[in-house]
């Protein structure tokens, strides 16, 4: 079965280091996005791509970046972790417009 | 850009009694509208959408509305059981590509 996962489930780091989660999905989606939900404001839009060398900032894009160079895989770096990042990231797919997400399993990440 | 607004932030019902969660939204061109349903520590799952030619979808107890004129949506889960507790979100988009924009959550909980 097609599906979309994240790793490591669980990083913590240190302020200043640069730390990247992997996202790698099966379903041959087009589009891709990196959520950060925080307690009180759901899901905020990180990055996403809608196709490969394709990238695009989102509600809270400062201190993070992505790159696209295959359809599976979206790795999101936090090029300088602060402790303002910690925080559960929520890695989706879609097939195009109008369908559905499919999310992975979550990265919690904590910044010490 | 668009911005998504939900309420209320939490809902306690008893079980068997109905709960109603609303959101509004600002962009007027946004025509895809999901909720979602995330258990503690999971990944949100699409429980359903509704897109912006329909007024009104239902799926077993629960029904989604639209009101375009208003900008708002909502979700009714009828005769609630235990297992219906959870945080629901509602989230909105436009266009081919389909970035999900989401409301701040509502923590549901339906007490026997």
């Known amino acids: 079965d097609a599906e979309i996962t994240q790793s490591p489930r669980h990083k913590i780091t240190e302020t200043g280091r640069q730390v990247t989660l992997a996202c790698h999905q099966t379903?041959?989606?087009?589009?891709m996005f990196w959520y950060r939900q925080d307690l009180g404001h759901g899901l905020r839009l990180i990055h996403y791509?809608?196709?490969?060398?394709?990238?695009n900032k989102g509600e809270v894009s400062d201190g993070y970046s992505v790159s696209r160079s295959n359809t599976e895989d979206l790795p999101l770096t936090l090029e300088s972790a602060a402790s303002s990042q910690t925080s559960v990231y929520f890695c989706?797919?879609?097939?195009?417009?109008?369908?559905?997400?499919?999310f992975g399993n979550g990265t919690r990440l904590t910044v010490t | 850009g668009e911005n998504v607004e939900q309420h209320p932030s939490t809902l306690s019902v008893q079980e068997g009694d109905s709960a109603v969660i609303k959101c509004t939204y600002s962009?007027?061109?946004?025509?895809?509208f999901p909720w979602y349903k995330q258990e503690l520590g999971k990944r949100p799952q699409l429980i359903i959408d509704?897109?912006?030619?329909?007024g009104e979808k239902k799926d077993q107890r629960i029904a989604v509305t639209l009101n375009k004129t208003a900008k708002h949506f909502s979700l009714h889960i009828t005769e609630t059981q235990p297992e219906d507790s959870a945080v629901y979100f509602c989230?909105?988009?436009?266009?081919?590509?389909?970035?999900?924009?989401f409301g701040q959550g509502t923590e549901l909980s339906v007490k026997p």
């Open positions: 989706a797919s879609s097939r195009d417009g109008g369908s559905p997400l499919h």
């Open positions: 379903w041959n989606h087009n589009n």
């Open positions: 791509s809608y196709g490969v060398q394709d990238t």
């Open positions: 962009d007027s061109a946004s025509n895809y």
């Open positions: 509704i897109r912006s030619n329909v």
């Open positions: 989230a909105a988009s436009k266009g081919q590509g389909g970035k999900l924009i």
